[in-house]
């Protein structure tokens, strides 16, 4: 145990004197008392002595508190690591703008400013009520795409930008999107518990007017769903976990019955799908090495070091750098830029100065030239740094970029709190009899951890290694289908890890779950997953929703224990 912790317990034991060990209802926070503390890291229980650490050796911090999901691993100050990892931690942190370096680089489009806003406290992103991009902990990103094909649509980026630099209009415009939460009424299991205590499910439905694209074409025939973020702690270690375990948990699955994304599994070779290993590398990597998909809730990112989060620290705020050297644009945007009266005035006006940011986009200082400039300049088709005319340099430096994935693979899991109460060990007992362990696989051991590395960090220096350790993340990392009312894009939705998740509402404020949000505690995450008969988790829920309170009350203890 880190010894700054211990300090930390032992004060927090005595502020606590006075309150039960098995704190552990719902709507309380597990507490960190001095006998709960004595019991770290014992065997106890239904509870092994690694269960306490659910990260591994190497992987978890002691820290319970509500800074927890911001801590460094133990393998990051073992191998000497800390400072480029607080260095890192700025960058996600910080807010970007368009000139104070190494901040730098912001727009000209733009989803966020600033990762922390999307992560609050480094965890789930919250529900909203109303989409505003700059509201602090509005982790939801939009999806746009065609009904038809499930695929996104291509007048604005994947991650759809609402936000834009002085004087171009955000791709989305933000009035015209509109956000609605609605209560489920039609599902296959009742709202009303056997022993008569009620939940209620909500669900998001979210338009964006037409008018408000400011793209050119302007999207037809397209619908509109929400995903959220996801807590970031402990990614590096998911990252850790050899393929050829995944692949034996997808035959294990297949096995027993369960249907299987195609694009995933083939089940006819009872293999690999040829569209489940990952080779869209940066077009500078040195290193193409196809890699089993195993990031995101649509499974599209294979490692961390390519992951999601090193993808959004550039196309998120849309600072470039040397392995990402275009702009996160569309042509579709930037023609309808080109086009804009009041963007060619603007430009016209005050691009001369040759101080001005505007004055790339001056070029000759005719309109028919500032129009070419602006549909060449904000094109994703443009190599920003080998322009012909502008010679730009990468907004963020290697360096930086560098400390970034030192921070990001090393954050550690949070312990596992209070395994020693009876209503928690009952809670784990019960998890594994109503089946939710099909899904949410308790533990994984890595491998040798001989992770992949972009050209980039490899020529900086070492990231975080997590080798040999037995993880508690509770995800098989496999996709399954919940039939929920306005359901994910494309129904299929990987299993989200479970670990420190009880954690959620001291780090972030806020305890929602689910992809977009719609469960505002566990027993709605829960009955969500039933309320559908072709669920791939009805069975389990339809055991939950027949448990009596006191066993009920027990599962969600045990799921914020862990």
């Given amino acids: 145990m880190n010894k700054k912790y211990f300090f930390y317990s032992c004060c927090l034991a005595l502020a606590l004197a006075s309150c039960s060990d098995d704190d552990n209802t719902p709507g309380n926070e597990p507490s960190a008392t001095h006998d709960d503390y004595s019991y ?87 529900r909203v009520t109303s989409y505003n991009a700059n509201e602090y902990g509005n982790g939801y990103l939009l999806v746009v ?20 630099s002085y004087p171009f209009l955000p791709p989305i415009d933000e009035s015209g999107i509109h956000l609605e939460w609605k209560t489920a009424t039609d599902g296959a299991l009742p709202t009303t518990f056997p022993d008569g205590e009620t939940y209620e499910l909500i669900y998001p439905e979210i338009t964006i007017d037409q008018e408000a694209f400011n793209t050119n074409p302007k999207p037809t025939n397209y619908e509109v769903r929400l995903e959220s973020t996801i807590g970031i702690y402990g990614t590096g270690l998911i990252d850790a976990i050899p393929e050829e375990e995944l692949k034996k948990q997808y035959q294990t699955e297949a096995s027993a019955g369960a249907t299987l994304n195609p694009a995933m599994w083939d089940a006819t070779a009872n293999d690999w799908a040829s569209t489940a290993w990952y080779t869209g590398y940066p077009a500078n990597a040195t290193d193409r090495t196809p890699h089993i998909k195993r990031y995101t809730y649509a499974l599209t990112r294979a490692t961390l070091q390519d992951g999601p989060g090193a993808n959004a620290i550039w196309n998120i705020t849309n600072v470039t750098r040397s392995d990402r050297p275009k702009l996160y644009t569309t042509d579709a945007w930037a023609k309808a830029m080109s086009e804009n009266e009041e963007v060619i005035n603007t430009i016209l006006k005050e691009g001369k100065d040759e101080e001005s940011l505007l004055h790339p986009y001056y070029a000759d200082g005719t309109r028919e030239g500032i129009a070419k400039a602006v549909a060449t300049l904000l094109s994703p088709n443009t190599n920003q740094f ?33 395994l020693h109460s009876e209503q928690v060990q009952r809670g784990k007992e019960l998890f594994y009899q109503m089946g939710c362990t099909a899904c949410h696989r308790p533990s994984w051991k890595t491998g040798s951890d001989n992770y992949w590395a972009d050209t980039v960090v490899k020529g900086q220096g070492e990231l975080p290694k997590y080798a040999n350790q037995t993880i508690w993340p509770y995800s098989d990392f496999i996709q399954h289908r919940l039939f929920m009312k306005n359901d994910i894009r494309g129904a299929w939705c990987r299993t989200t890890p479970l670990w420190g998740r009880g954690l959620s509402k001291a780090n972030t404020g806020a305890e929602d779950r689910l992809h977009d949000c719609r469960a505002r505690n566990e027993v709605e995450a829960i009955m969500w997953h039933g309320y559908s008969r072709e669920s791939d988790a009805f069975r389990s829920a339809e055991k939950f929703y027949n448990l009596p309170k006191e066993d009920r009350d027990a599962v969600v203890a045990f799921i914020r224990a862990i």
């Fill in 145 to 164: 795409y065609h009904p038809d094909t499930q695929g996104y649509i291509t007048e604005v980026t994947g991650m759809p930008q609402t936000r834009a």
């Fill in 386 to 418: 080998d322009n012909d005319v502008y010679n730009f340099k990468p907004e963020m430096q290697d360096d930086n970029y560098y400390e970034l994935m030192v921070w990001h693979r090393g954050l550690a899991v949070p312990r596992a709190r209070n």
């Fill in 40 to 126: 770290v890291g014992k065997a106890v229980g239904n509870f092994t002595a690694e269960e306490w650490y659910p990260g591994g050796e190497l992987g978890t911090t002691d820290n319970i508190a509500s800074n927890s999901y911001e801590d460094e691993t133990p393998a990051v100050t073992n191998q000497g690591l800390s400072n480029l990892f607080k260095f890192g931690e700025s960058f996600f942190e910080r807010t970007f703008n368009s000139t104070t370096k190494p901040f730098n680089g912001l727009g000209p489009a733009w989803t966020r400013d600033a990762c922390l806003t999307c992560h609050p406290g480094y965890g789930h992103g919250k």
